[in-house]
């Protein structure tokens, strides 16, 4: 079966930029959308179709894939950006999530 | 703006079938070109999409629970449900709804992120 694979942490200092990746077999041909989800609360849709924004989410979150890794690159982080962060895909008619990143701003 | 609420029973009793339903309201469920979905979250893990459904009756299940799962669709009352059968302490989660956007590529088109989202129900499963 089809799998995504993200680091399980990744950590970043205040106003610096990071990026999570997701690897998958093949994933240049898919389109990847990006999740993120603070405690208690429902996922965001923060980048869908590998690099669109949707409506109300801040230019510093983008998205970019590059051979069969898609990254989430957030510049300028911020305290209210620590949150888990998931990537989706679609293959053979089914929906993959990633294992999920949790984004630490130390 | 677009809501989706589930509806359902917090505990289900283990061996049994776990029901649930969600409302859309400032939208329409069909026809449309949107498709809607059934994700959940175990505690303390990640994401996991359960199925999917068109308005016209066309579904998608994640092949590891296809065999319990049947998802269903009502254009008249705007809901659609999900049924889970034989449930055991695995099946333990959050449950979300959300609509789902198609995205096209080489020809073809297929449901593909979600875009809106229900707040979640928790479901326990219990002995």
């Known amino acids: 079966s089809y799998e995504l694979t993200q680091p399980p942490s990744v950590s970043v200092s205040p106003g610096q930029t990071t990026s999570i990746t997701c690897s998958g077999r093949?994933?240049?041909?898919?389109?990847v959308s990006w999740y993120q989800q603070k405690p208690g609360q429902s996922p965001l849709l923060v980048i869908y179709?590998?690099?669109r924004r949707p409506s109300g989410i801040p230019e510093q979150f983008s998205g970019s894939i590059s051979g069969n890794t898609a990254a989430l690159t957030i510049s300028g982080t911020q305290a209210m950006d620590e949150a888990d962060y998931y990537c989706q895909a679609w293959d053979s008619s089914t929906v993959i999530f990633g294992g999920g990143t949790k984004l630490t701003v130390l | 703006q677009l809501q989706l609420q589930e509806s359902g029973p917090g505990l289900v009793k283990s061996s049994e079938t776990l029901s649930l339903t969600c409302t859309v309201s400032?939208?329409?469920?069909?026809?449309?070109?949107?498709?809607w979905g059934w994700i959940r979250q175990p505690p303390g893990r990640g994401l996991e999409w359960i199925a999917t459904i068109y308005y016209t009756g066309t579904t998608y299940y994640n092949p590891s629970l296809k065999s319990r799962v049947t998802i269903s669709i009502d254009t008249s009352k705007n809901q659609f449900s999900l049924k889970l059968t034989s449930v055991t302490a695995a099946d333990t989660a959050v449950y979300y709804c959300?609509?789902?956007?198609?995205?096209?590529?080489?020809?073809?088109?297929?449901?593909?992120?979600?875009?809106?989202w229900g707040q979640g129900t928790l479901v326990t499963v219990s002995s």
């Open positions: 093949g994933l240049r041909d898919k389109y």
């Open positions: 179709q590998d690099s």
């Open positions: 400032g939208g329409s469920i069909g026809p449309s070109s949107y498709y």
């Open positions: 959300a609509r789902q956007i198609f995205s096209c590529s080489g020809g073809t088109c297929y449901p593909d992120y979600f875009d809106y």
